[in-house]
């Protein structure tokens, strides 16, 4: 732990380059995933093939997908943040379609009996009693991009791995211990603050 103390303006600029990773792609995640999730919750027909295709990319090990990527995309912090909305696309579009598919149906019908459109009784009534579930399945793809995107130093793509991975090649435990750390307690306060918003949600 000595150096994490030592060195905390490194630690806060390497953190800094974690969240701006993690941020970036979950926000570009969620504008893929929401319509498809949306798709998957009513039934169509390629519903069942998307999720088998998004599982498929999520069952990649994170260093070869970032490999694979790198000779389309180069080196650096698009070709991760290209990986990890890759990554969360299972997670967010498997749990905001359940999301959907709770809702109550006598809540809907009471929204098409009082005359309410398709569009209206999703933004009125579907939307803000599945934003709970919604929010779960945030937490769950925010605590995996947080845990993944430590991989994306191995691209030079900065974040809190760029300890470990410098940690290794010099046998230096501190660094490892640095990144470890530091990742894990990111993903921890991240879950507690995406917990308490399901709850407040929920209420």
Avoid at 97 to 122: E, H, K, N, Y
């Amino acid at each position: 732990m000595t150096y994490l103390v030592t060195h905390l303006d490194l630690v806060g600029e390497r953190l800094w380059e974690h969240l701006l990773l993690c941020g970036t792609s979950l926000a570009r995640a969620l504008l893929i995933a929401f319509p498809l999730a949306v798709y998957v919750a009513r039934g169509r027909r390629a519903a069942g093939p998307l999720l088998g295709v998004l599982g498929a990319i999520y069952t990649i090990p994170s260093l070869a997908l970032f490999a694979l990527l790198v000779p389309l995309e180069g080196l650096g912090f698009w070709t991760a943040v290209t990986a990890l909305v890759a990554y969360a696309q299972m997670i967010l579009v498997r749990n905001i379609a359940a999301a959907i598919r709770g809702v109550d149906a006598p809540s809907l019908d009471v929204a098409r009996g009082m005359g309410m459109t398709p569009r209206q009784a999703f933004w009125r009534v579907t939307f803000p009693q599945a934003l709970p579930g919604m929010l779960a399945g945030v937490r769950v793809a925010t605590v995996s991009l947080i845990a993944i995107a430590t991989v994306a130093a191995f691209i030079n793509a900065g974040g809190l791995g760029t300890f470990l991975f410098s940690g290794l090649q010099n046998d230096d435990s501190q660094l490892i211990v640095t990144g470890s750390v530091t990742s894990a307690a990111l993903a921890i306060v991240a879950d507690v603050l995406l917990r308490r918003a399901e709850a407040l949600t929920r209420r």
